[in-house]
């Protein structure tokens, strides 16, 4: 096996997977490799999400306009491609309801968002409550705000797809491998793998999810900031259910600037259906069970002492939501209660079984606030990506276009050929659209 690189991304994320695609296709005479700790690539967050390709109608255009942005070209993109690869892509479209006057001025702000943020009349409307009793009898609500431009997909299988295109192009995907030291040479890095052997590379490039911030602060990057870790719970409907609404259903978050969403009703691309996420803080990025929670509590606990993380931890409001939080993920009914408010037919009693958890890492800065958008941060020979949170996996293919186009412009890995074909797109004219 190769020991040297020119580049090696740690993380088999959708991110990291993506960014090796289009830096394979730009360079084929660069040795690339990806580095995944887990058996195959979306094994973490990228394959236990949501599955929504999500329109960008709930983003700040000013506070989070990466997100916004990619989101919106990340739609087209991941339509295409599922297209060419024949793999699942169902436009079944996602309904905001509010439930009282103040819920129905924040779709207003969410329309007026929407269409910033590049979407048309036939894609998105607000519908007042009858108007919705007509396409969906058994949503209660004051008001929604139809967004038709919305789909459902297995990110899992698109990030699988991208790495054997990738793989393909000639990146090496170096799985079960777990980085475990980071040094830097002269001109170098020497990367530890399994505590075990070494391999060098001259540009690194942090896409590690739920791990990025340690990385970045191995390397000395980001100091300043921590993340704390939310598991998102699900528990699956029967199939009694798998008809009631056409569309997923959301509510307006009462807190939109904690990273507490209430739960959804989730339409799957398979034609099943769950309810959730919660949030439920957790202590490790893979903290899916009690005992890694354990393991990880006083060091994490400690970690966020001394950081920023503490102002958030003892911020009132942050309590009582965390404290929600907690009572859904010990309480099916509590869940199931937060999403009966607009779907009044459900009952707890008859859903048993849970689905998939994941978990997100968000960012907080010095000042114990919420970083609202993705943090992209350059440093001597490598580049780190902090915060890709939701709807990180819609905007994958256009933020990774993105990040590849940067490192070349400022020179940092210049692009053998920046006009190649990639899969179905001319690099250059996914910059031009994404500029
Ligand atoms: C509950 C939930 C629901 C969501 N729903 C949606 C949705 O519907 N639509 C949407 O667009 N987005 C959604 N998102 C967001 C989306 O899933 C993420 O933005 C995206 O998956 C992040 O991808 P990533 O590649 O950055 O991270 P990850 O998928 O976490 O990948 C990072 C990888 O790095 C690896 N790694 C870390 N450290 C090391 C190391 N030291 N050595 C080797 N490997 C390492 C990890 O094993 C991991 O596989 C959701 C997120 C959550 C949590």
């Known amino acids: 096996m190769t020991h040297s690189f020119d580049v090696i991304i740690i993380g088999g994320g959708i991110l990291g997977t993506s960014i090796s695609y289009f830096l394979s296709n730009l360079n084929k005479s660069k040795k690339i490799a990806v580095i995944e700790q887990a058996h195959n690539v979306a094994f973490h967050t990228s394959g236990r999400n949501t599955g929504k390709v999500h329109a960008p109608y709930l983003y700040n255009p000013e506070k989070k306009k990466f997100f916004a942005k990619s989101a919106f070209h990340g739609y087209e993109m991941w339509e295409t491609y599922a297209k060419l690869k024949k793999l699942p892509f169902k436009k079944d479209?996602?309904?905001?309801?509010a439930l009282d006057e103040k819920g129905t001025s924040v779709l207003e702000k969410y329309l007026k968002w929407g269409k910033q943020n590049g979407l048309e009349d036939n894609d998105i409307e607000l519908l007042n409550?009858?108007?919705?009793?007509?396409?969906?009898?058994?949503?209660?609500?004051?008001s929604a705000l139809c967004v038709y431009k919305d789909?459902?997909?297995?990110?899992?299988?698109?990030?699988?797809?991208?790495?054997?295109?990738?793989?393909?192009?000639?990146?090496?995907?170096?799985?079960?491998?777990?980085?475990?030291?980071?040094?830097?040479?002269?001109?170098?890095w020497v990367i530890?793998?399994?505590?075990d052997r070494e391999i060098y590379a001259k540009f690194l490039i942090n896409a590690a999810g739920g791990e990025a911030v340690n990385i970045a602060h191995d390397v000395g990057v980001a100091k300043k900031v921590t993340d704390v870790h939310f598991r998102g719970e699900y528990w699956r409907v029967p199939k009694e259910y798998n008809s009631l609404t056409k569309s997923s259903v959301y509510s307006v978050p009462e807190f939109p600037e904690y990273p507490f969403l209430d739960p959804h009703w989730i339409l799957r691309v398979d034609g099943s259906c769950e309810i959730g996420p919660n949030a439920v803080p957790v202590f490790s990025p893979y903290g899916y069970g009690k005992v890694k929670n354990i393991k990880e509590f006083i060091p994490k606990m400690l970690e966020m002492l001394g950081s920023g993380a503490r102002k958030a931890i003892f911020?009132?409001?942050?309590?009582?939501?965390?404290?929600?939080?907690?009572?859904?993920?010990?309480?099916?009914?509590?869940?199931?209660?937060r999403v009966k408010k607009f779907l009044p037919k459900i009952n707890a009693d008859k859903i048993t079984e849970k689905g998939t958890a994941g978990i997100r890492s968000?960012?907080?800065?010095?000042?114990?606030?919420?970083?609202?958008?993705?943090?992209?941060?350059?440093?001597?020979?490598?580049?780190?990506?902090?915060?890709?949170?939701?709807?990180?996996?819609?905007?994958?293919?256009?933020?990774?276009?993105?990040?590849?186009?940067?490192?070349?412009?400022?020179?940092?890995?210049?692009?053998?050929?920046?006009?190649?074909?990639?899969?179905?797109?001319?690099?250059?004219?996914?910059?031009?659209?994404i500029k």
């Not at 915060?387 to 256009?398: F, K």
Request: glycine share 4%; aromatic share 8%; with cysteine.
């Open 93 to 97: 479209g996602v309904i905001e309801v």
């Open 315 to 337: 911020d009132k409001q942050f309590q009582e939501l965390a404290i929600n939080e907690i009572q859904s993920s010990m309480s099916k009914t509590a869940m199931v209660n």
């Open 151 to 188: 789909a459902s997909t297995d990110y899992s299988l698109f990030t699988n797809s991208i790495m054997k295109d990738s793989k393909e192009s000639g990146t090496v995907f170096l799985l079960d491998t777990r980085v475990t030291k980071i040094e830097k040479e002269k001109d170098r």
């Open 362 to 433: 968000s960012i907080i800065d010095e000042n114990g606030k919420f970083v609202p958008d993705v943090i992209q941060m350059d440093d001597e020979a490598s580049f780190h990506i902090l915060n890709y949170n939701s709807p990180g996996a819609t905007g994958a293919l256009p933020f990774a276009a993105h990040i590849v186009n940067h490192l070349n412009e400022k020179e940092f890995l210049k692009c053998e050929d920046p006009q190649a074909q990639c899969g179905p797109w001319k690099f250059n004219e996914i910059i031009e659209k």
């Open 129 to 142: 409550k009858e108007e919705i009793k007509k396409i969906e009898p058994e949503i209660k609500c004051e």
């Open 192 to 195: 530890t793998i399994n505590d």
